[in-house]
Every structure is written in C-alpha cells, then in structure tokens.
C-alpha cells in the first residue's frame, strides 16, 4: 500500500518557467514533510520540509505548499534552470514515529 | 560530499550469498537509517538505529539484518540473496532521528546475478 503517492513519473519545463511537482498521501496522521532532490549516482539531499501546522513554506526559488484537507502537497520551482534536472522525492512522517514514508519520484527535466 | 560514507559503492554477487554492506554516519549524528530503492521504486525504509539501539523497523526482510555498533557505524547484512535484491542501498544519519530532513550517503549499487 502506497502512502505517498508521486503520480507523475516524469516532467518537462522550459527554463525559465515554473516546475510544479505533486505528491498525494493518504494517511493522516502525517505531520511532516519533505522534499528531496537526487542527481544520478548519488544519494538524496534535502531540498525542503513543512510542518502540518502550515500550508506553505518557501524557500528562494523552491515553495512547498501543503494542502491537508485534500491531502496534497506541491513544490514549486520558480524559475526553473537547467540544474533542477534531477529526480524529486516527497516524504512523509507520521507523529510519534522517526522513518519517512517516499514516494517514487518525479523525474524533471529542464530544458535550455 | 555530504559526510555520509557507504562502502563499497558497487557490489556484484551471485545468488545464495551473503554481503555486508558498511555506512559512516556524518559526524556527531547519532541516528542511522537504511532504505532500499529497487528499480523505478521509491525508497523503502528498513531499519533505524540510533545510538546504538534499533528503533524502527519496516519491511525489512528476515534474511537481511543491521547492528550499530559503539563508533556509531552500521552495517547492514544481507544472506541468502536472491535477484530481487538487486537495488540501491541508502544509508542515512540524523542527529536525533526526530524532525527534520536526513543526509544521506550516495548508496551502494547491489547486483545479485
């Protein structure tokens, strides 16, 4: 049983513009999230979390926004330049616990 | 460099063997964390450890098992291997294993043939 669900396996955006990723969950005792970028051959590196308490974080170019009723959760990327190309993974923990649930990632490509 | 170190980086093994795969936690970080990530699959909790003590388990395989030792290193131990565990190792560390993102190693690269 998939939590969080990445369903978009890959996205293409033009540089310049913005990148829009989505991650849905389904449980809703999550109350943290977070947003990690992979580069091939390595491991991932934090990009970005949010705390159930809010509904947007932002930081320079990269603004997570957290849509609890509908259990949503997006990054935005504003505005996307050809190194953003990476795979992008959402997770989630759940209160009380220490592990992070990931989705399956979104795999971005910025276009020069 | 993110102060995570896995070794090896790349392992090819035939199947019914047994590997050990070996994670440095960033310095000062007391929590270790292993994930698999099988092909076009996201990664996959399976054991923490913090400071020694193991403190959360996932799907963690009866044939595959991990131990943190004193020096705060983990290793992670897989017997009896079969071709479906071929995939990427992470190690990751934190320093309570509490809120807040991890650092991960840049994996091990498992081939079962």
């Known amino acids: 049983d998939q939590q969080v669900k990445q369903n978009s396996p890959s996205l293409s955006v033009q540089e310049g513009r913005i990148s829009i990723l989505n991650c849905d969950y389904t449980n809703s005792m999550f109350d943290y999230f977070l947003w990690y970028k992979k580069y091939p051959a390595e491991g991932p590196t934090f990009l970005i979390s949010?705390?159930?308490?809010?509904d947007k974080n932002e930081d320079g170019r990269f603004t997570v926004f957290l849509n609890k009723s509908a259990k949503h959760l997006s990054l935005h990327i504003v505005p996307s330049q050809p190194g953003d190309s990476a795979v992008y993974f959402c997770a989630a923990q759940r209160s009380g616990t220490y592990k992070y649930i990931f989705g399956t990632g979104t795999r971005l490509k910025v276009l020069a | 460099d993110s102060g995570v170190t896995q070794t090896p980086k790349h392992l090819i093994t035939a199947t019914g063997q047994r590997v050990t795969l070996r994670c440095s936690p960033r310095?000062?970080?007391?929590?270790v964390y292993w994930y698999q990530q099988s092909l076009d699959q996201g990664l996959q909790f399976l054991i923490q450890?913090?400071?020694?003590?193991?403190?959360a388990k996932g799907n963690i395989l009866e044939r595959f098992s991990a131990q943190q030792f004193p020096d705060l290193h983990s290793e992670l131990n897989l017997s009896s291997l079969e071709l479906g565990d071929s995939a990427l190792y992470f190690c990751a560390s934190s320093l309570t294993g509490g809120k807040g993102g991890y650092t991960f190693g840049s994996g091990t690269r498992l081939t079962v043939v």
């Open positions: 310095s000062g970080d007391l929590s």
């Open positions: 949010i705390s159930s308490i809010k």
């Open positions: 450890y913090y400071n020694g003590e193991e403190r």
